[in-house]
Structures are given as structure tokens and as C-alpha cells.
């Protein structure tokens, strides 16, 4: 009797268990000392495959690997010997043949007198997934799915403590004008096209990162010196010559490349510094071209870029800049006839600083546009009191290219009550040979409006006078190299020939620069020049006097 009853508690309990095990949610399985499986639940057969009679009947040494056999063995183990919870986290196959990360919790507890092992399983892949996806995100950009700065940072260090790396920062040539003409989609798809080549470019140990709106860098883990990174340049730079195709069509992207490779010492900073500096020079030449860093070219990129701080704070308050005025004189050399606008600036530490010097640094830094818009302000608001005289402004490739520049140009004039017609752009011979067709329509609104276009600096090759014919310009300058050398060359004096007499014929008007002598005018008038710049008539005048000397010679002309 006494045994009846103790195999109906058995049953009755065993039946709760069952119950138990199916109710909990998670994958349960139930193990005695001798590594049996005694009871699985649903939710582990879903998990795993097969159902709850195949588990019973199958020794774990089935399923598992030899590594994974040693490890339940000594788990198993360790939580019957004392009776101590254990939790380990590890990858099991699910039935389906995905890799699935389980957190398996391990208790000892007794089922009547039997010391059994109760394991459940907490599926956690979806959480490791988004951990691993967060991960992705912290190191990976965005755009492109190449590493971002921050791993790059990471890798460079890494590899400065392994050996002796290069860092090559790469820019991609005026790839700003390319994004305002088609738009940020067609700009987005050219970043992805040139980050797929670069990563293909890219040795298999080479690590390429995008570190900017359109700058990129390869970290090359072994690159010991000077000769060693121009030949990565080189090679990178023959690579990605090809035109890259995006939703607009094939395109064609220039790129800028600065390097520097790790001394014994350097820190990651240092490096990417010294990568910046050697990237800066680049940029400062035409496309495809590659700089290498050294201790000069620090010197000098810290030297402009503190000029560049500078100017830009110069720009903001208009106090150290100033606009002076070079008189133009007829044939006769007496009569004004116009004025250029030239920019000066007077540095309060430096003195005065030639603009061979800043302009180039406004340029590169985009300075230009509110330079130039500046210049040309205080220029009008100066020369609308002489509305019979030309006023000359130079207007640089990288004005031609902002956005509505035609129309601000036309709203000065209109602001300051300027006829159009009295206003003349000069542009160089090299600015107008390139020009696409955007530059052409900006310059054609101006020509509409009656703004007067001139060719500056123009014969510098003798290739130029093919093309004067083809440009739509009203007046040519020629270069002061040519007038200088005028007494002492026949070339000179038969380029300027040449010119006068293509201008003539195509009633183009012509201005001879850099007249610094009597015999050099003597010179251009029996050629048949009617408009001569230069020293021997004015030096560029501060406003003041420019507008003293317009008058006197105004008054002088009318008498």
C-alpha cells in the first residue's frame, strides 16, 4: 500500500513537473549526474529541432563537438560538485542552420531524492545583433560603409604601436561644384562609386576610411619613408584615374593626396596632422597631384594658414583692407579713361602684404567670394561719382563658380545706382579657355545686362591668339611680361602686333599693362594701342587721392 501511494506522488509530481517545464517560456532541459537528458521542454524543441522523444532517446555526445562535450562535462560538473549556480553565454546551431547566441543558466535541485541539473536558455541574438549593428555604426560611416574617422583614429594607433605606417588623406578636386550643379543624390551616388574604387584600389592590408563630406584615407601598415609613400601615391593616383559613372553619366573626379608616414615617436595625432599639412599643398594644385609631408612644408602650410585666420578676420571688420585705384590713360596720355580696382591689405603685424600673396591663400580658402564682393562694394560706391569712367574689377574662377553671382554683381550696381555699362570684369585667358557652361550663361547675363567682360593678362602663349576669336569679350589686356620686354624683343613686339591687329579686326578694344617707361609708350602707340595701365602715368591710388586725381583730370580733359 505504502509503496502505491509513494508511486502515485511519484507520478503526480513528475506530471507537475511536465507542467511546469511547458509552462516556463524559455528552452528547459533537464539533466542527471550522468549527463542524461532527462525532459526537454517545447520551446527547446522549436529552438533546436526534433521533438521531445528524440531528445530523451539521444546522448548529448551526439550533438555535440569534441570541445563542446569537455566544456558540458566541466559544467556540469562544477554545478553538481557545488550546488552553485553557473551562467556562461555561448553559440548553438538552431534547427533551421542559423547560429543563434544563448545565455545558458545552469541550477542544481533535487527531484525527490535525485540531484538533477535544470538548464535554461535565453536566446539572446537579436540583442547581440543590435549590439553588433550599434558596433557597426560607432565604426563604420554611414554613406559609403567604409571605417570613419573614429576607427581610423583607433587602426592608426594600433599600427604606430605594431610598426611604421603610412596615412594618405584624399580629397576629391572641386567635388563641391560638382554637388551644388546636380544636386546631393547624384553627389551621394559619386561618394559611394569612388568609395567602392577606392576599397578596391586598396592593398588587402590597407585600411580605407572616409573622414569627411568628400575626404577619404588609407592607412598603409608598412611604409617606411619618402620613397616608399610616393610610390603609394603614385600608384593610388594611377588607380583612380578612371571616370567614375553615377546617375548623371560618367564624371570625371580629380583627386588631391597628402602623406606623411610614422618617425620612431610619432603619435596618432601628430601623423594625421602631418597628413593634413602635406593634403593642404595638394589641394593648391591642379587635380591628380600628391604632396608628401616634410618639416618645410609645415613651416610654410602653418604660415599660410595663420594668414588665412587673419585675412578672415580682416574681412569681418573691412578695417585693415583697402581698395586703391590704377588710373587707365588714352593713347595721348593724358585723359583718364577708366580705373582698376586693386585690393590691398595692411597687416598689423606684417605691414603691407603684396596680394601675390593673400589672394592666392582667398582662393584656395573660398575668401574670395566675400573678398571680391567686398572690393567690388567699396569700388562702386567710389567710382559712381565718375560715371563717364570704366571701372575695372577682377573676378576670380572661383567667384565665376557661387551661386547667383551675376545676380549679387547686378544687385551692387543697382544698390549704388551704377549704370551696368560702366562696370568691366576681368576675367584671365586661363579662366575663359576653361569655362564650362554654367561660367558661360553667368557671363553671358552679365554681357546682357551691359556689363563689359575683359580678357586680363592675356598673350601669354601664342597659342592664345587662336582662340581670342572664339571668346566673347569687349576688351583684351595684354600681359605686362610682354610690354616689359617690348625694347629688347622682337617675339614681344610681334605679339602685341599680333594682338592689336586681331583686335582691331574683331572690334575688340585693347589695354597695354605695365607701362613703366616713354619708350615703351612710344612703342605701343606706333603699333596702334589706345589705352595704356601703369606706372609711369599712376601708381594704384588709395581712395582719396584716386578721387583727386580723377578730378584734376577730368577738369583738365574738359578744358
Not at 560607432?138 to 583614429?153: E, K
Amino acid at each position: 500500500m505504502q509503496q502505491a501511494e509513494q508511486g502515485h506522488a511519484d507520478a503526480a509530481l513528475g506530471a507537475c513537473m511536465r507542467m511546469t517545464l511547458e509552462a516556463l517560456p524559455s528552452p528547459v532541459l533537464l539533466i542527471d549526474r550522468n549527463d542524461r537528458i532527462l525532459d526537454v521542454n517545447q520551446a527547446f524543441c522549436d529552438l533546436a529541432g526534433q521533438d521531445r522523444s528524440y531528445w530523451l532517446s539521444t546522448p548529448i555526445q551526439a550533438y555535440l563537438s569534441a570541445d563542446q562535450i569537455a566544456r558540458f562535462t566541466a559544467e556540469h560538473a562544477q554545478v553538481f560538485a557545488t550546488g552553485a549556480d553557473l551562467e556562461t553565454e555561448e553559440v548553438i546551431d538552431g534547427h533551421d542552420g542559423t547560429r543563434r547566441n544563448v545565455v545558458t543558466r545552469r541550477r542544481r535541485i533535487l527531484v525527490g531524492e535525485t540531484p538533477l541539473v535544470l538548464t535554461i536558455l535565453t536566446d539572446i541574438t537579436p540583442l547581440r545583433a543590435a549590439e553588433a549593428h550599434i558596433r557597426h555604426l560607432a565604426y563604420h560611416d554611414g554613406l559609403t560603409g567604409l571605417f570613419n574617422r573614429t576607427a581610423l583614429n583607433e587602426q592608426l594607433a594600433e599600427a604606430l604601436a605594431d610598426g611604421a605606417p603610412a596615412l594618405l588623406l584624399i580629397d576629391l578636386y572641386q567635388f563641391k561644384d560638382i554637388n551644388d550643379a546636380f544636386g546631393d543624390g547624384v553627389g551621394d551616388a559619386l561618394l559611394r562609386a569612388f568609395a567602392y574604387r577606392l576599397a578596391g584600389a586598396a592593398r588587402g592590408s590597407d585600411r580605407v576610411a572616409r573622414t569627411g563630406g568628400d575626404t577619404f584615407a588609407v592607412l598603409i601598415d608598412a611604409c617606411p619613408d619618402a620613397a616608399a609613400a610616393e610610390t603609394a601615391c603614385r600608384r593610388l593616383l594611377a588607380l583612380l584615374d578612371a571616370p567614375l559613372v553615377g546617375p548623371s553619366g560618367a564624371v570625371s573626379l580629380g583627386v588631391s593626396i597628402g602623406c606623411a608616414w610614422a618617425e620612431p615617436g610619432l603619435s596618432a595625432d601628430e601623423l594625421h596632422h602631418r597628413a593634413e599639412f602635406a593634403l593642404y599643398e595638394a589641394k593648391r594644385q591642379p587635380a591628380n597631384a600628391f604632396c608628401l609631408y616634410d618639416a618645410a612644408l609645415a613651416d610654410e602650410v602653418h604660415a599660410r594658414r595663420t594668414l588665412e585666420a587673419d585675412l578672415r578676420a580682416a574681412l569681418a571688420t573691412g578695417g585693415q583692407l583697402d581698395v586703391h585705384y590704377q588710373p587707365v590713360i588714352d593713347a595721348g596720355g593724358h585723359r583718364v579713361v577708366g580705373v582698376e580696382a586693386l585690393v590691398r591689405w595692411h597687416h598689423p603685424q606684417q605691414g603691407m602684404i603684396p596680394p601675390l600673396h593673400f589672394i592666392p591663400i582667398a582662393e584656395a580658402s573660398g575668401l574670395i567670394v566675400p573678398l571680391g564682393e567686398w572690393v567690388l562694394d567699396r569700388a562702386v560706391a567710389m567710382m559712381v561719382r565718375f560715371p563717364a569712367l570704366a571701372l575695372a574689377v577682377n573676378l576670380s574662377p572661383i567667384q565665376l563658380r557661387s551661386p547667383d553671382i551675376d545676380t549679387r554683381i547686378l544687385a551692387v550696381l543697382a544698390r549704388h545706382g551704377m549704370d551696368p555699362r560702366q562696370l568691366q570684369l576681368e576675367v584671365t585667358e586661363s579662366t575663359m579657355l576653361a569655362m564650362d557652361a554654367g561660367v558661360e550663361l553667368v557671363l553671358a547675363r552679365l554681357r546682357e545686362a551691359g556689363v563689359q567682360l575683359v580678357l586680363d593678362d592675356f598673350g601669354t602663349g601664342y597659342s592664345s591668339l587662336s582662340h581670342l576669336h572664339k571668346l566673347a569679350v569687349d576688351r583684351v589686356k595684354i600681359d605686362q611680361s610682354f610690354v616689359r620686354d617690348l625694347a629688347r624683343s622682337q617675339d614681344a613686339r610681334a605679339i602685341i602686333q599680333a594682338v592689336l591687329g586681331i583686335g582691331q579686326s574683331l572690334g575688340i578694344g585693347v589695354t597695354a599693362e605695365g607701362v613703366e617707361d616713354e619708350l615703351q609708350q612710344s612703342f605701343l602707340r606706333s603699333f596702334g594701342c589706345h589705352e595704356y595701365q601703369g606706372y609711369l602715368f599712376s601708381r594704384p591710388l588709395p581712395a582719396t587721392e584716386a578721387a583727386a586725381f580723377l578730378e584734376a583730370h577730368t577738369e583738365r580733359a574738359a578744358a
